[in-house]
């Protein structure tokens, strides 16, 4: 397949403040899977006062510190409306833990502050002093890829909007907000979750998000190469089991 | 609670049952004590120290080999007050969550912080978390009490306007063409402490630990009164320092590798100075001490050299990767392990953290590369997904296999590397206590599983 033209543009948005929680793992397997079949990827990055990466094809945000998610969102609201612009037309979105939380609509704080998101998802959030700490497994009704696995650690608790579509639904841990088995969201191709350590051991899902890129950018044709995926899914059932 | 070690931390679990007030009663006795915390290089600095008190046979209680907890430290108090001639000081290691209950229990007269990095996540929080419960405790200080601070880690130096405590910082000056940190590899902290503006850096040593300032509120590394600068080593298994104090300078070796080494180093020499203690005099018990169990230190096992390395956060594993990937030997080999119990921290996602980059560069530099551990599988990923190619990569769960396995991969007195998480390095302890040092055939028989 001819991918060779213009290579994938992958944008890591703040990744000097939303850096703590291994989230780079999620930009690393992006570009890696498109690698190993031979597509080029460049990746962008945007922080706090850059312009927004308009030309980027898949966007990544990953979780950080209390301070810094306060950083961000004062940021956060010049984009939001190239933002929901974008993910209406169709860009493809990953959001993890902090950054998750900020697409919301709302943020309430320990102290009862209420902190507006952007409302890019339908999606609250409430903070909770006890934190949601461990291995998480949820089956993903959302898109036909079977169970996603991951690590969660946070205080917050997100409720969805009625109607809007949770990633999958809790088999082990906590997700969302531990009380309707509900984890993540999807909202068009944008997603939601809690998840760290995501994108290398769940690859259907970072070839969902690659697929969706390629497909928007040259056509429904687009099919991709399946690749040599034992350790993934060998590392998938150990976190499984953990 | 850490696990495993019973026989360090049980007496003093037990007495703190009975009698809460026996750590401040017995810490009332000792005449001079000194706590050190902080993410990495506790252990490596409270040994360096102690090594430079017992010069002046002081009777010393110190808790060896990272047991420190409050258990931990009563253990260590109660063996040295028990014990002839009476103790005279306390060096102990304390961990940083519970820092600020043993400073105002012990009420020390010396606290010397380390450095503070992102660490096990789920057991201690995110760093800003560490720093706070940190300052909490040097609130907690006597008037009179001195604390000991990195100044090259924008992180502790923010602790230093904590009212009327006094402070001597110590800290590294660039050396001649320094090998810098690539402006992109994963920091900590990219933003000032005080403001959150970016932090500027006209050096960076290696993570967030440099030369820094504020442009935006004037935040920046304090002045160091103990400076330290690395000096040429014809060497490859040990560092020169060239140490400079109000008081005059001299030249330190340190019989271990790596930057993080010279960190603890400075700090030991740092608390020895504030201590009044000659710097030669400090220099040369610096100069005799080998490195902790566990702190890269070497051992035998069936006719090769082991060299063993905890390793439990991002900055740590890249410091202890990169002593690995100098090793200029041919036939060197390294072991993995990653375990995710309570001990290890749950979450393993920080490996995604660690810059590996020299691996992947290096990776045709190694006879074998396995991957140990309940969790040896993401750190197969972790290296793969690095840019290590998946037929260099074996797997093998157990530890002890994978020793194995890293043996018959390497000839008789090549270098294998050892990096465990937290609960592993206990269990190689007594593993290598009991096989032989010299060649013989090992236990196992399985071969790993390949991918
Ligand atoms: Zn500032």
Redesign the pocket.
């Known amino acids: 397949m001819a991918h060779e033209r213009e290579p994938l543009l992958i944008a890591h948005l703040y990744p000097d403040l939303l850096n703590t929680y291994g989230d780079r793992a999620n930009v690393l397997a992006l570009v890696q899977r498109a690698a190993w079949r031979g597509i080029p990827t460049r990746t962008l990055t945007a922080t706090v006062d850059d312009p927004f990466p308009r030309e980027a094809e898949i966007v990544c945000i990953g979780g950080g510190e209390d301070g810094s998610q306060v950083v961000v969102s004062a940021d956060l609201v010049r984009h939001r409306d190239t933002l929901q612009e974008l993910v209406a037309e169709g860009l493809p979105l990953l959001a993890v833990c902090g950054g998750y939380q900020l697409l919301g609509t709302e943020y309430v704080t320990g102290s009862g502050r209420s902190i507006r998101g952007i409302g890019l998802v339908e999606a609250r959030t409430v903070w909770e002093s006890r934190r949601s700490v461990g291995n998480v497994t949820l089956c993903c009704n959302a898109l036909p890829i079977g169970t996603i696995v991951g690590f969660e650690n946070h205080g917050g608790r997100t409720y969805l909007s009625p109607g809007a579509q949770p990633l999958g639904r809790v088999l082990h841990g906590k997700g969302n907000n531990g009380r309707d088995r509900s984890e993540g969201i999807i909202q068009n191709h944008c997603i939601g979750t809690y998840l760290h350590g995501l994108l290398p051991k769940n690859p259907q899902l970072a070839d969902w998000l690659l697929l969706v890129a390629l497909r928007r950018r040259d056509g429904p044709q687009v099919t991709l190469q399946t690749l040599d995926d034992r350790l993934e899914w060998a590392a998938h059932r150990a976190a499984m089991r953990a | 609670m850490r696990t495993g070690h019973r026989a360090t931390t049980l007496p003093g679990a037990i007495a703190l049952r009975v009698a809460p007030r026996l750590p401040a009663e017995l810490g009332d006795g000792i005449a001079s004590k000194i706590l050190i915390t902080g993410t990495n290089g506790k252990t490596t600095t409270a040994a360096l120290l102690a090594a430079i008190l017992k010069q002046f046979g002081r009777s010393l209680a110190h808790n060896r080999g990272g047991a420190n907890l409050p258990s931990g430290i009563t253990t260590a108090l109660i063996e040295a007050v028990t014990r002839k001639p009476a103790c005279e000081a306390a060096v102990l290691e304390v961990d940083e969550a519970a820092f600020a209950a043993v400073c105002s229990t012990l009420r020390p007269h010396l606290a010397l912080v380390t450095n503070f990095f992102r660490d096990q996540l789920d057991r201690y929080g995110e760093p800003s978390t560490t720093v706070a419960l940190v300052r909490r405790g040097l609130q907690a200080l006597p008037e009179a009490s001195i604390a000991v601070l990195n100044a090259d880690d924008p992180l502790v130096a923010s602790l230093g306007p904590v009212m009327g405590l006094r402070a001597v910082w110590f800290g590294f000056e660039p050396s001649g063409p320094v090998a810098t940190t690539p402006d992109d590899s994963p920091s900590d902290v990219t933003?000032?402490?005080?403001?959150?503006?970016p932090?500027h850096y006209h050096h960076r040593f290696y993570a967030h630990l440099g030369w820094y300032v504020?442009?935006?509120?004037?935040?920046g590394r304090p002045v160091p009164q103990v400076s330290v600068q690395r000096a040429p080593t014809g060497s490859q298994q040990s560092l020169r320092l060239r140490v400079t104090t109000p008081r005059g300078a001299a030249l330190v070796h340190v019989p271990s590798r790596g930057l993080h080494n010279a960190y603890n180093a400075a700090a030991a020499l740092a608390a020895a100075y504030t201590c009044s203690i000659p710097l030669h005099q400090a220099a040369s018990a610096v100069s005799n001490e080998e490195p902790e169990f566990g702190r890269m230190r070497w051992t035998a096992a069936y006719g090769r050299r082991l060299c063993v390395g905890l390793v439990k956060n991002p900055v740590g594993l890249g410091q202890v990767m990169q002593i690995v990937v100098e090793d200029p030997s041919p036939d060197k080999a390294v072991v993995l392990f990653l375990a995710d119990r309570a001990a290890d921290g749950r979450d393993v996602s920080w490996i995604w953290d660690a810059d590996l980059s020299m691996v992947t560069a290096a990776q045709g530099s190694f006879r074998r590369i396995v991957v140990s551990g309940q969790r040896a599988l993401e750190m197969g990923l972790r290296l793969k997904y690095g840019g290590v190619e998946t037929d260099r990569i074996s797997v093998q769960r157990d530890l002890l296999q994978a020793i194995g396995l890293a043996t018959r991969s390497v000839p008789p007195g090549a270098p294998i590397y050892l990096l465990p998480t937290y609960s592993a390095l206990l269990a190689l302890q007594s593993i290598l206590a009991r096989v032989p040092r010299g060649e013989a055939v090992g236990p196992w028989r399985t071969s790993a599983s390949r991918f």
């Open positions: 933003r000032c402490p005080c403001c959150q503006a932090l504020c442009p935006s509120c004037g935040f």
